[in-house]
């Protein structure tokens, strides 16, 4: 091989070398990005979640006060029972978000 024949295969792959470092640290880029966005939409989701799980909550609590008004009891009784439910669902809240 003649000298100028290997200096320049040696300079095309020192090129195609710089190329691909390149794109190495772009695309280690972009994983460090896609990461942090999967960790603030999997935070999200919890979120989301929390909030169907006290939107439920919200509907037995709603079903339960139907069920206790149609009983004809009075309303200090009615408002205990409603506390008791209240410090029951915030136990499991307490419970469940840790």
Not at 25 to 43: A, I, S
Not at 70 to 85: N, P, Q, V
Request: net charge negative.
């Amino acid at each position: 091989m003649s000298q100028d024949l290997l200096k320049n295969n040696i300079s095309n792959l020192e090129r195609k070398l710089v190329l691909l470092i390149d794109k190495y640290k772009t695309m280690k880029t972009e994983v460090e990005m896609l990461k942090e966005q999967n960790g603030e939409l999997k935070d999200l989701l919890k979120q989301k979640d929390a909030q169907v799980s006290s939107f439920q909550n919200q509907i037995k609590i709603s079903k339960i006060v139907d069920e206790i008004d149609s009983g004809g009891e009075d309303a200090t009784e009615l408002r205990r029972k409603i506390d008791d439910y209240i410090k029951e669902i915030d136990k499991c809240i307490l419970h469940l978000s840790r």
